[in-house]
């Protein structure tokens, strides 16, 4: 069956000489693998950059459920991103964002308002000035998208952060482990909770973007590692 629907791309490999697997994240469908021919060698170099990490097309494609590779009859670039792939620190951003979303999105489970939410977010990246917090906010809109967002629950008796139980605990010997933040990146998640974009060092900033990766794992079970982690953490 033909169907128009709108997707972000997540994660592309080659495939033969001309055409790749993609796996993009449509607002109909979620998560969808597509074989997309005629994507690489010279005279498709335009169609390949429609195929990088978070771009947002219009499809018309041929959804049947019983075949695990979809195919698309027409595709159309609806944000041309030169806001973002001539900035180092957006372009690190958006490699980061679509591995994570990679390891924690699941094939064939619609997510509406998580499609609208990476959507928009990836407007706000390409159109307007880089924050260095926007990749941990981003997190947190997506966390709580899928059911797991940090309590904000913070205060002077409890200020150590649980992962496990996903809110602010109070400082004692049992609350000592991976599994618990200590009182510096507690103290940051809150700031960041708190406000819009708040004034991290970068120290702090790299310190939480690695505990929001392992709060990521434990609701996630199966997640793995994240490669782009280093050269975010380098760039930012």
Request: aromatic share 10%; charged share 20%; proline share 4%.
């Amino acid at each position: 069956m033909l169907q128009k629907t709108e997707g972000i791309v997540i994660h592309t490999i080659p495939y033969s000489d001309t055409s790749i697997i993609a796996k993009i994240f449509t607002a109909d469908h979620g998560l969808l693998s597509f074989m997309i021919k005629g994507t690489r060698g010279k005279k498709s170099a335009n169609k390949a950059v429609w195929f990088q990490p978070l771009s947002i097309l219009a499809l018309d494609i041929y959804h049947q459920e019983n075949k695990n590779l979809k195919t698309i009859k027409e595709s159309k670039l609806l944000l041309n991103p030169v806001g973002i792939y001539g900035n180092v620190y957006k372009t690190s951003v958006v490699l980061f964002l679509a591995e994570l979303l990679q390891k924690i999105l699941k094939e064939n489970s619609p997510h509406p308002t998580l499609f609208d939410l990476i959507k928009q977010k990836i407007k706000e990246l390409n159109d307007e000035d880089f924050k260095m917090n926007f990749h941990l906010s981003l997190m947190l809109d997506i966390a709580h998208e899928m059911g797991f967002l940090p309590f904000n629950n913070f205060s002077e008796r409890e200020f150590l952060f649980s992962i496990q139980e996903g809110k602010f605990v109070n400082a004692s010997s049992e609350h000592i482990g991976p599994l618990y933040l200590n009182e510096s990146d507690s103290r940051s998640l809150y700031t960041l909770l708190s406000g819009t974009n708040p004034p991290l060092s970068n120290v702090e900033r790299r310190h939480l973007l690695i505990e929001l990766i392992k709060y990521f794992q434990f609701h996630n079970p199966g997640m793995s590692s994240i490669k782009s982690t280093a050269v975010l953490q380098e760039v930012l």
